[in-house]
C-alpha cells in the first residue's frame, strides 16, 4: 500500500468551520499530491508538493490550502468548509520506476460539510 | 477541452467476453500512460501502464498506445464479474498524473 496512512478516513463538518485532513507516509517519497473524487468528474488535482515546504497549485486549488512541514505528512486544509467540498479526497505519492511516475493512493477520507 | 476523454459508460459485457475501454488524451507531449482500476468504496491500484506506441500485454490485460491519434485503450479478455470496477487512464503531465473521469465495467456473470 505504499505506506500511505489518511486521516480522519470520515469527517462531517458544518458549513464555515476549518477541516483539516492529514496525509502520512512511511517510505520517504519526495511528490505528495491532493486529489478529490467527484462523481462525473474524475480525480481532479488539488494542490501537490515536490519537497517540504514546495508547494504548487492543481486545478482545484480555491479554497485549499497545504502545508508540508515534514517530508513524511502533507496536510490539506479546508480554511471555511463550503457544501461543494463535500467529496471523497485521496492522498497519493509518486515514485520514479524506471523512468516514468507511478502514483500510488491512500485509502481515502470521506468528507460531508452539512 | 478536456486533457483526458472516457466515455463514463456503464460498458456491459457478458462474462467471459473481451471488454475494450478507450481514452484519449490533449497532450501531445505525454510520454506515460497508465490504467488504474477502482472498486466502488476504494482507492485506484496501477494495474498497467504503457509508453511506447503499440500493444503491452500483462495477463488477460492488454495496453495499447497510438501516439499519432492520442489514443490510448485498455482490453480485459475472458471477463470476469471481479473485473467489474471503474477504469480510470491517466497520463504523466510535468510533475504530475492527469486522470480521466473513469469507465465504469459491469460484467455480467
Known amino acids: 500500500d505504499a505506506g500511505i496512512t489518511q486521516s480522519p478516513r470520515h469527517k462531517v463538518t458544518e458549513t464555515g468551520t476549518p477541516v483539516t485532513l492529514r496525509c502520512h507516509q512511511t517510505?520517504?517519497?519526495?511528490?505528495m499530491y491532493w486529489y478529490r473524487q467527484d462523481p462525473g468528474h474524475g480525480l481532479r488535482l488539488i494542490h501537490y508538493?515536490?519537497?517540504?515546504?514546495?508547494?504548487d497549485k492543481g486545478e482545484v486549488s480555491d479554497g485549499y490550502s497545504v502545508s508540508r512541514s515534514k517530508t513524511e505528512d502533507f496536510l490539506l486544509t479546508l480554511e471555511s468548509a463550503t457544501s461543494s467540498q463535500t467529496s471523497v479526497y485521496f492522498c497519493?505519492?509518486?515514485?520514479?520506476?524506471?523512468?516514468?511516475?507511478?502514483?500510488?493512493f491512500g485509502q481515502g477520507t470521506r468528507l460531508t460539510v452539512v | 477541452q478536456k486533457e483526458v476523454e472516457q466515455n463514463s459508460g456503464p460498458l456491459s459485457v457478458p462474462e467471459g467476453a473481451i471488454a475494450s475501454l478507450n481514452c484519449t488524451y490533449s497532450d501531445r507531449g505525454s510520454q506515460s500512460f497508465f490504467w488504474y482500476r477502482q472498486y466502488s468504496g476504494k482507492s485506484p491500484e496501477l494495474i498497467m501502464f504503457?509508453?511506447?506506441?503499440g500493444d503491452k500485454e500483462d495477463g488477460r490485460f492488454t495496453a495499447q498506445l497510438n501516439k499519432a491519434s492520442q489514443y490510448v485503450s485498455l482490453l480485459i479478455r475472458d471477463s470476469q464479474p471481479s473485473d467489474s470496477a471503474t477504469y480510470l487512464c491517466?497520463?504523466?503531465?510535468?510533475?504530475?498524473?492527469?486522470f480521466g473521469t473513469g469507465t465504469l465495467l459491469a460484467v455480467q456473470p
Open positions: 517510505e520517504n517519497h519526495r511528490y
Open positions: 491517466a497520463f504523466g503531465g510535468t510533475n504530475k498524473l492527469i
Open positions: 497519493a505519492i509518486s515514485e520514479e520506476v524506471q523512468g516514468r511516475t507511478e502514483a500510488f
Open positions: 508538493s515536490y519537497g517540504v515546504k514546495d508547494t
Open positions: 504503457i509508453y511506447s506506441n
